[in-house]
């Protein structure tokens, strides 16, 4: 999605297992951000493949599942392969004009995994986590704890929301990943709202300022890419 003004910014939000990239269109304009932020959205697409957990469909997954939990149960390969695609997208809107500490990574629930393992792992080549502006993680985990690296000396905000009812994902998960991540010396900005596996319109309010909040820093300020 095109932004409103000149371009200045960009998220690129990961949509859910079985979802696609039309998921969190809708939710755009609910987000109220300014036109003079100038935020260009990207929606990527996750790749049809057989996912374990859901006895063998085939559906977009951005990797296969047997289990949800920690450390286990997920195809690491499949993982990996997700995050080198984001790591391009990144490159991609670097060379539109627009810097990681002007990019936010977001994602729901599989989505989220990935983003979350992108911006504060080492991946498995050896690259250091991709450090963007914030981190949008909705009811989502962090699905590999033992390559999570040492943040830089400002870290990015982490914006990590759950449902206190979530039956995929028990809201239990989601703590434990925030303090993992704040205890390695990530800032996490943990929020919790009574709702099942699904997003709020409260917590949509809230992630939008926390986008423009993220997004307004000098280098945002500084004009549009060239």
């Given amino acids: 999605m095109p932004p409103a003004g000149a371009h ?3 998220v690129i939000w990961l949509h859910g297992l079985g979802a696609d990239g039309h998921d969190f269109e809708p939710i755009v304009p609910a987000l109220r951000l300014p036109r003079s932020a100038g935020v260009r959205f990207v929606f990527p697409e996750a790749p049809f493949r057989p996912v374990t957990l859901n006895g063998g469909m085939e559906m977009r997954a951005w990797f296969d599942i047997e289990s949800v939990q920690r450390d286990a149960g997920i ?5 990996a392969e997700s995050v080198a695609g984001v790591r391009s997208l990144v490159e991609l809107e670097a060379d539109r004009g627009i810097p990681p500490d ?3 990574l977001a994602g729901f629930s599989q989505g989220g995994a990935v983003v979350l393992h992108a911006a504060t792992c080492t991946a498995s080549s050896g690259e250091p986590p991709i450090l963007p502006a914030g981190v949008v993680a909705l009811s989502t985990y962090l699905p590999v704890t033992d390559a999570v690296a040492s943040p830089p000396e400002t870290p990015a905000p982490i914006f990590q929301a759950h449902g ?3 039956p995929l994902i028990p809201v239990h998960f989601a703590g434990v990943s925030g303090r993992i991540l704040a205890n390695a010396g990530w800032t996490v900005e943990y929020h919790e709202y009574p709702m099942a596996h699904q997003v709020a319109e409260a917590e949509i309010r809230d992630i939008g300022v926390f986008l423009r909040r993220v997004l ?3 280098s945002a300020r500084s ?3 060239t």
């Fill in 164 to 166: 206190s009812f979530d």
């Fill in 75 to 79: 195809n690491r390969e499949h993982l």
């Fill in 102 to 104: 002007r990019l936010v």
């Fill in 8 to 10: 200045r910014a960009t």
């Fill in 216 to 218: 307004e820093t000098p």
């Fill in 223 to 225: 004009g549009p890419s």
